[in-house]
Each structure stands twice: as C-alpha cells, then as structure tokens.
C-alpha cells in the first residue's frame, strides 16, 4: 500500500526525470541522446540554431516542450513529450486517474455505463455479495452488463485511448518518450505519440481474469490504495512504458 509520503516521493522523482531531459536537450550539441531524439524529430542538426527545453506547468499529457530554431526559418518549432522513467521491463505506470465523473464529462458517457464504472471504482456500494465488499468487479456484473460496458469501450476506444495517452489542446503529448535506467545500462525510445496510441491502444476490449478492464494493453482499473481514504475510488489507466522497446 503507498502512503502518503511515498506518493509524494513519486512525484518529486517524476519531477526529476523530467528535469533531466530537459537538461540534456539544453546541453545537445554535447549530449549525444538528445542530438539523436532531435534527428528522430526529423531535424537537421547542422540546421539548428538553438533548442531551448522547458518543463510545462500544470497537468497535461506533455511534461517539457522542446523549442527549436532553425536556420533561415522565421518561425521557432515546438515539440511537446510525455516522459517516462522506468526501472525494469515489467513495471506499470500511471497514464491517467480521474474521478468517473471527470470522465462522464470528457467522454459523454450515458448513464448506465456510469453506473457500471461507479460500481467498478465502489463509489457505489455493490448491489450484492461480491469478493470485495467495498467495489464490484467487471466479472460480477451481470451478462448484458458486461457486454453494454465492453461494446460502449470498443465503441468510443479510440477517443478514450487518445485522452489518456496524448490529452487535448495546446500542452497535448507529441511524443513519449520512455528511459529505462538500470543498474547495468540506460537505454530510451522514443516515438510519435500517434504510433504510441496505435499500439498500446491495438487489441481486444475484454475483461481479465482477475475481474479488470484490459483495452489493447491498457489496463484500466480502481486505483486502490491511499490507506483507504476517498482517492482510491478514482478510475485510473495503466500501461507497462517499456513495452514500447518491442516495437
């Protein structure tokens, strides 16, 4: 179970992970990482006059924006990234958590499937026994509801997947990229944030054997935790970063 004070030691580290990307873009006619994220980008490096990287406030899918001026070019060009830092090749990470009426809001989602998520997440109580009496399980409702949840998911499954991974607006994600430090090597990918939506997003709708919400490789599930407290009925995304090294 994570306290309080290891949730905030996630974010302090997420800070610092952002921190140190924006370093070495800063630093990228020596850093030889970010010479070559900024060929990915499909700039020219001999064209580049400066790049300038900066962490954006606030909650957004993009965590630094990247500006690049480039030579005989009037305009200056901006790059939003997502950044993930990852310890080891099975570790999950948090894309998206909101309350399920954030979401009814974003996604215009109808009553009944509410109804279903409040139930999943167990801000409402379940209807009848179930294996943990705080929440019902996908795998607990009943036939037809499972099959109106999963058909409404598959439905809308590319907004959804959209949200979670790129957000919307001036600060949506561009790129993610993932950097995976180990204690032999450090090693990173990076890739179009619409490629990342095709692939986490690509797959079946259906709900696992432990009674979640699996979309592609997306899990999506009651956040749980936070010693008990009103949070851990928040519905949260999942992905697994490092499985973006496979592509």
């Not at 200056?76 to 099975?90: F, H, R, Y």
């Not at 109808?110 to 109804?115: A, C, E, F, V």
Request: neutral net charge; aromatic residues 10%.
């Amino acid at each position: 179970m994570k306290t309080v004070a290891e949730g905030s030691e996630t974010a302090k580290k997420g800070f610092q992970n952002e921190e140190y990307v924006i370093s070495k873009f800063n630093n990228w006619e020596q850093d030889l990482d970010s010479q070559q994220w900024l060929q990915i980008m499909n700039y020219e490096l001999e064209d580049i006059e400066y790049v300038k990287a900066e962490k954006i406030p606030g909650s957004y899918k993009a965590d630094v924006q990247v500006q690049v001026s480039v030579k005989l070019k009037s305009c200056i060009d901006t790059e939003n990234l997502q950044v993930k830092l990852v310890s080891n090749k099975n570790g999950f990470n948090q894309i998206d958590k909101r309350w399920v009426d954030k979401y009814i809001e974003l996604w215009n989602i109808p009553k009944d499937i509410s109804l279903l998520l409040k139930q999943y997440t167990g801000e409402i109580l379940p209807l009848h026994t179930t294996r943990d009496k705080r929440r019902m399980f996908a795998d607990e409702f009943i036939e037809s509801e499972q099959k109106r949840l999963i058909t409404w998911i598959e439905e809308n499954k590319i907004m959804i997947v959209s949200d979670i991974l790129k957000g919307r607006g001036r600060f949506a994600a561009e790129w993610l990229l993932v950097i995976r430090k180990t204690n032999d090597s450090n090693e990173w990918v990076l890739k179009p944030i619409n490629e990342t939506i095709n692939f986490f997003g690509n797959g079946k709708v259906l709900i696992t054997p432990r009674g979640n919400i699996s979309i592609g490789k997306i899990t999506m599930q009651r956040k749980g935790g936070d010693g008990g407290r009103e949070t851990a009925k928040m519905l949260q995304f999942k992905i697994n970063p490092s499985e973006l090294f496979n592509i």
